[in-house]
């Protein structure tokens, strides 16, 4: 490819503000890549031979016609020669782990044309949620909070699923990792107003899929088909959070949506050793996952009620769980 010219520092500093980990490395130090890709953020860093991630940098996804031309600005910057790599994606990657395509965004990822362009070594590619997956397995205990305590099993399945731009599904067996596209199953309404819903984005959209509703566009057609109003979702989720009426009742039915598809997913799984929230609209949240919702429908479970009380319910909080885990994959591959 033809590389850009070089930003200038003001432009390379529209790209996002740095984050932790600034460190520079002497030249003779090879790095890893690693990034968690999705449709609104990207996170970049780099990884050194002790596993220290350093030189991390968010950007906004919508600032970048291609993942190319992200990865070149950022690659500019670099202060060590790269080798090689992972990049966590939110969308389906190929059986290879060498190509796949962005849900949300029009960018194609193709690591052998990256490796061939931009001089590096082997990349892997994951699946974002597959990358949180990893990240959990790596997660410092102050990175979790509870919301169920239930009776895990220490060699149960570990359901990670979350809420952000769209919604995400891994599963843990031990440290096996097995990536999924459980967020677009299809959306199952449990109420009068749930079918309200389903019916609208039905009309709107052909088939309803659990992420129309459990995620942050979701979130915005939630509140826009009950109140009428059109709103973005940090702004609904501020408006919650200072007690705002419609707003919070739009999160009230979000977290109740969210719930009951977290534990369906729990009980299809049999999710013993627990389930784990992540994504930026649970932590934006997390004050509201307290007050009932979400636990309430995630254990109205019938004759199984019983079975997903004791399976442990847990929100993770590092922003950064999707670099830990391609951090994690990068070290075991390189």
């Known amino acids: 490819m033809s590389r850009m010219k070089r930003p200038t520092p003001q432009t390379f500093a529209a790209l996002g503000s740095p984050l932790k980990g600034q460190e520079t490395l ?48 950022y690659l500019r910057e670099a202060s060590a020669p790269v080798d090689g790599g992972c990049l966590a994606v939110a969308g389906p990657v190929a059986d290879d782990g060498r ?42 205990p102050e990175h979790l909070v509870t919301l169920q305590t239930g009776e895990p099993s220490a060699d149960g399945i570990r359901l990670v699923l979350g809420a952000g731009t769209g919604l995400g599904m891994a599963m843990l067996v031990g440290d ?10 299809g959306f199952a309404p449990a109420n009068e107003t749930q079918l309200r819903l389903w019916t609208a984005l039905q009309e709107e959209h052909g088939r309803v899929t659990a992420e ?20 973005d979702p940090a702004e609904i989720a501020e408006r919650a959070l200072n007690k705002d009426a419609s707003a919070r009742q739009t999160v009230d039915v979000f977290m109740g949506s969210y719930g009951a598809f977290a534990g369906d997913m729990a009980l299809a799984l049999m999710a013993k050793g627990g389930v784990f929230l992540a994504g930026g609209v ?40 999707g670099l830990l885990g391609a951090a994690t994959l990068a070290r075991r591959t390189h």
Not at 128 to 139: I, Q, S
Not at 212 to 231: D, F, K, W, Y
């Open 26 to 73: 002497g030249a003779a130090q090879r790095v890893s890549l690693i990034g968690d890709i999705g449709g609104t953020k990207v996170l970049l860093a780099l990884v050194d031979d002790g596993g220290a991630i350093i030189q991390k940098r968010r950007l906004a996804s919508a600032d970048f016609s291609s993942f190319d031309a992200l990865l070149d600005a």
């Open 99 to 140: 190509r796949a395509k962005i849900t949300n965004l029009p960018w194609v990822i193709d690591a052998a044309r990256l490796e061939k362009d931009f001089g590096l070594g082997p990349l892997t590619l994951i699946n974002d949620f597959a990358g949180v997956a990893l990240g959990v397995t790596a997660l410092a």
């Open 176 to 185: 096996q990792v097995l990536p999924s596209e459980g967020g677009h199953a």
């Open 212 to 231: 129309r509703v459990i995620s942050g566009p979701g979130l915005a057609a939630i509140h826009r088909i009950l109140t009428g109003e059109a709103a």
């Open 282 to 321: 649970t932590q934006k949240l997390l004050p509201l996952l307290h007050d009932g919702a979400f636990l309430a429908a995630f254990n109205a479970k019938a004759e199984h009620a019983e079975l997903v009380r004791r399976m442990p319910v847990h929100v993770v909080t590092d922003p950064d769980i």
